[in-house]
């Protein structure tokens, strides 16, 4: 049996190098960048005003000034200014030839076309300097860069009107099992709907993937081979089901090549990774994934997640990892690398971490209660309350609220 980090190795090494497809800037938000952006003129483009007010020579204030122009942002400067002179400026307007700092409209007042400023400036005063956001040939963003709100209107603001993004994983989607019935359809009894399916749709999206759902496979393996079949347009394959010690386990046989089929964790022991041959001779990594829901989740979130995230160009393709205190004792012989399920909480001494009611590998419930995974290494024996343990943070409702108050 394989150790969780040497499971991780193999894996990751299936991982292909990002693919990049040109996309509007509208269509980029939330992808991860596949080149880098470079500034190819100054942001801002001149020195301009922070304010609206006027453009002066700092040694002329305070004072009495000649008003020269007024400058709208938008408009170019047609004046120098020059000793007992001023130009009225707008804010975002470029600053005009001879002045060098603007002195606040609040702190002036008009006799007909003189100006009375009564502040004193220093050099650069209200004044947005060349260059002083984004200097022409400066790299702005990186590859692998998730393009949000701001990196949209940095984009922007350079000019650019479209980017190389990485395209999306696409991962077929194959559960299995003569008892798993798609919601909507009747089942008989001894069936029962599937949760895994609609379980990974959302995990690869979320991952930032493109799931493909290729329906449910029966357990034999002419009906398995030809529902993979269906599989083969993919850049990942998961099957769920199927994989443990059981008489209608056969998902092992269809690999083209297995890796390894068990993993030192829990839950989730039964994890097969290997290849897929497609017809054109390319060969497809494939996660038999195991059929509880709770185990499948957790191995999608372990395994699969980071080969996707790192498909994507994401430098950390890892979930994050945080140390919180127990308030309960976990239960634990050694042996394997156990992924119990903790809610979050937040107090004084920081990061509390709450053990589900249960630790079942079946009981889905668990999951949504669960804010993240404890990573409580393979040799250790149990944890009292109390203790410190490392865990992997999967969502952060439980951060909602811990600081909800304004300040006065
Ligand atoms: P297996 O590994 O095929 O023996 O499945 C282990 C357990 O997971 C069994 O109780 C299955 O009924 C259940 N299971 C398998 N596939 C699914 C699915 N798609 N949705 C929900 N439960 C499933
Ligand atoms: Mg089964």
């Known amino acids: 049996m394989l150790t ?46 922070a304010m609206d007010g006027f453009a002066v020579r700092h040694q002329d204030v305070p004072g009495r000034l000649r008003v020269l122009e007024t400058i709208a942002a938008g408009a170019v400067p047609t004046r120098v200014v020059v000793e007992g002179t001023c130009s009225r400026i707008m804010t975002g307007a470029p600053m005009p030839a001879g002045a060098d700092a603007v002195v606040m409209v609040e702190k002036s007042r008009t006799e007909g076309d003189h100006a009375v400023l009564d502040s004193d400036a220093v050099v650069d005063q209200h004044v947005r300097p060349r260059g002083g ?32 993004v990485a395209q999306r994983p696409r991962v077929a989607i194959l559960s299995t099992g003569d008892e798993v019935v798609e919601a909507g359809w009747p089942v008989h009894s001894g ?80 994890l097969a990774f290997g290849e897929l041959k497609a017809p054109s001779g390319a060969s497809i990594p494939l996660f038999g994934l195991p059929g509880n829901p709770v185990s499948c989740m957790v191995n ?65 419930t668990t999951m949504m209660q669960a804010d993240a995974l404890t990573l409580i290494p393979l040799e250790s024996g149990p944890l009292d309350a109390g203790d410190r343990v490392q865990v992997q943070i999967l969502r952060w409702d439980w951060a909602r609220g811990a600081h909800h108050q304004y300040p006065q």
């Open 4 to 49: 969780m980090v040497e499971a991780l190795e193999r894996v990751m090494s299936a991982a292909r190098a990002p693919l990049g497809e040109r996309v509007s800037l509208a269509e980029a938000h939330g992808r991860l960048l596949a080149e880098e952006l470079v500034c190819t003129r100054d942001v801002p483009p001149w020195n301009n005003s």
């Open 133 to 164: 956001d984004v200097a022409e040939g400066a790299v702005v963003l990186q590859p692998g860069r998730v393009m949000g709100p701001s990196e949209l209107g940095m984009a922007s603001s350079l000019g650019i009107p479209s980017v190389l």
């Open 191 to 270: 069936q029962i709907w599937s949760s895994n399916t609609q379980t990974l749709m959302a995990l690869v999206r979320e991952a930032g993937g493109e799931p493909i759902h290729c329906g449910i496979a029966p357990d034999h393996r002419e009906g398995l081979e030809a529902a993979l079949a269906r599989c083969l347009r993919a850049d990942v394959v998961l099957t769920t089901g199927g994989v443990s010690m059981g008489d209608y386990d056969i998902v092992r046989d269809v690999f083209s090549d297995m890796a390894f089929w068990k993993v030192a964790i829990k839950p989730g022991k039964p």
């Open 300 to 364: 999608f979130l372990e395994f699969v997640r980071p080969v996707l995230r790192t498909m994507l160009g994401d430098p950390r393709p890892y979930l994050p990892v945080r140390s919180a205190r127990l308030t309960a004792r976990i239960g634990k012989r050694p042996g394997r690398v156990l992924l119990a399920r903790v809610a979050l909480s937040w107090d004084d001494a920081g990061l509390v971490a709450t053990p589900t009611a249960t630790q079942s590998s079946g009981v889905l």
